[in-house]
């Protein structure tokens, strides 16, 4: 009998330390909010649009360009993958984006450059890397935001003998 009421009050203890809130400080900025719906509207934003996909993409494609200068084809694959990686989680946050960047990116060229990549010559990197910069600038102008195809990025290329 006693230690069935022993049993019944650390049930109980148990219970109230379970549902006990935890503790939050100023940094929760999630825990704080009352509401998941608030908590997720949070989230979405912190998580940004496209413009933050691209800030990736154009910084692995610069990664990509000095990856083939140094003959490391390796790390050249492996940012272009990464660039193909940011670009489909991309346009799953701006579907609107989407058309434009697998008829003109994804669905064809991501492969074809790759192939080139894969082939592990200087020449045959290279002429991806070309490829590669049409493929961006031609999204860009088809997005309406050609501007973006006007910046230092844009200015590496393949050195003189690799270009077409
Ligand atoms: C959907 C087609 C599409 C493709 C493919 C694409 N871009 Fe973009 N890019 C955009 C759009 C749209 C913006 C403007 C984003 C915005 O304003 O939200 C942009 C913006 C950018 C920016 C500016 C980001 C910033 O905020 O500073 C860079 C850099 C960039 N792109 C590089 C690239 C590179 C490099 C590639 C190819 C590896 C590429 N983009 C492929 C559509 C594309």
């Known amino acids: 009998m006693i230690s069935l009421r022993l049993a019944a ?3 109980l203890a148990l219970t ?3 549902r006990s809130e935890p503790e939050t400080g100023p940094n929760d900025w999630l825990h704080n909010q009352s509401e998941d719906r608030e908590r997720f509207e949070r989230l979405q934003d ?4 496209f413009s933050q996909t691209m800030w990736e ?3 692995r494609y610069e990664q990509m360009h000095e990856a083939i200068r140094r003959e ?3 790390l050249a694959l492996y940012h272009w993958d990464k660039i193909a990686d940011a670009t489909a989680r991309g346009i799953e946050r701006r579907p609107g984006r989407a058309d434009n960047a697998r008829a003109l990116f994804l669905d064809d060229e991501h492969g074809e450059v790759r192939d080139l990549l894969e082939q592990r010559t200087l020449s045959s990197a290279w002429a991806g890397f070309e490829r590669a910069s049409l493929s961006c600038q031609s999204c860009h102008q088809a997005e309406g935001v050609e501007y973006f195809n006007n910046q230092p990025l844009f200015d590496l290329r393949a050195p003189q003998g690799y270009r077409d």
Do not use: K, P, T
């Open 9 to 11: 009050i650390a049930c």
């Open 16 to 18: 109230a330390a379970c």
């Open 46 to 49: 912190q998580l940004g649009g």
């Open 57 to 59: 993409v154009g910084e």
């Open 72 to 74: 490391n084809f390796d």
